[in-house]
């Protein structure tokens, strides 16, 4: 298989760990969102969505990140990302998506780089705009976390969860936003950065980050 | 069970559809986001995100419309709306998703007031806006359905791909977006508006749309 990423995507980032948490190996095919080679023919030919991150299987293209690890989900099942009955499951996919739908589209890079060119905002008013969504939504998750947390948001081994909450903290920081109100998200993240499967999925990690 | 919504709420549209799909009774409870009830004590209390929907079962409560919709399947799988095996349930998760994490995000109303509020943008900027994320995102599964398309956007029976689609076409034209560079777009959700479920399901059809 071939992962078509970029080493800051958090949605590559996603994916990376949750291919590495299930020892399965792909190749990974830089596509420089920086250059805007995510726009160009070469690659909308195969995904006209021109996103990362895109998994090439021998059935075909997979898009959409949680859809990627949902299908790498179902053929590799262990470890289990989704552990636990239907009821359990939902509380873990709610968790991700509140991560994958609340937070990170506002905050990519596509959507900065729309606030500060087309609607020719400020970069102060760009970073306001990018702290307001992280705090707002991790303050939900950070009250959902004292319900549900061990080592990691669902107990103590890792799932689709922890998946999206670290590409999120990495992201946060690199914006320099105070996460000092979140003290279990910031744990669980320094936690999951303990392992190899996240800390060789870590953007500094990939083919494609600077020297 | 009872359904915590908003009559416009493209999310909460989603839930009522897969809800009527799959002819499942919910108890509709309002909570008004025009006049922030999301925000207040009585609700982030049942739900911490303070966003809408919500869906309060007998073992708890539900968050996030896809997780929900993820649930329901599990415990009433007929009719299906991921049907097929791994690999089709993935394209029409990834369909869905570019619909739940790329377009609507961007689109909801907190984010809209965010803008012309806390970033004191124009109403036209705002609209700018609201229709460059509409119409980057319809774009791309205006292709994919070329190749995906029946009746519906998979095949001939609907699927959570037209549970997420039919909203957001609704919301577009609520915003007086120019769609007429996306027939099949267009044609798949008139097709789902003449349907039982979907009409039931519309903003207008719920009891705290105005009269």
Request: a negative charge.
């Amino acid at each position: 298989m071939k992962l078509y990423g970029y080493f800051r995507s958090s949605a590559a980032y996603r994916v990376r760990i949750a291919l590495n948490l299930k020892g399965i190996a792909a190749e990974q095919v830089p596509v420089s969102l920086i250059k805007g080679e995510q726009q160009q023919a070469t690659y909308t030919a195969l995904n006209p969505q021109g996103l990362v991150p895109a998994l090439a299987t021998e059935q075909g293209l997979l898009t959409q990140s949680l859809a990627i690890i949902e299908y790498l989900e179902s053929q590799h099942p262990t470890p289990a990302l989704l552990p636990g009955d239907a009821w359990q499951q939902a509380q873990i996919r709610a968790f991700a998506l509140a991560l994958a739908c609340d937070i990170h589209p506002l905050n990519n890079l596509r959507v900065l780089k729309y606030l500060t060119g087309d609607l020719a905002l400020e970069d102060t008013q760009k970073n306001q705009w990018y702290a307001h969504w992280i705090q707002t939504g991790f303050a939900a998750l950070e009250s959902q976390l004292t319900q549900t947390a061990g080592a990691f948001c669902f107990g103590d081994s890792p799932t689709l969860a922890d998946v999206c909450l670290v590409p999120q903290v990495y992201n946060a920081k690199r914006f320099n936003v105070d996460l000092s109100a979140f003290p279990k998200v910031q744990a669980i993240a320094e936690h999951c950065n303990t392992l190899p499967a996240f800390i060789d999925a870590s953007p500094e990690q990939q083919p494609d980050a600077p020297k």
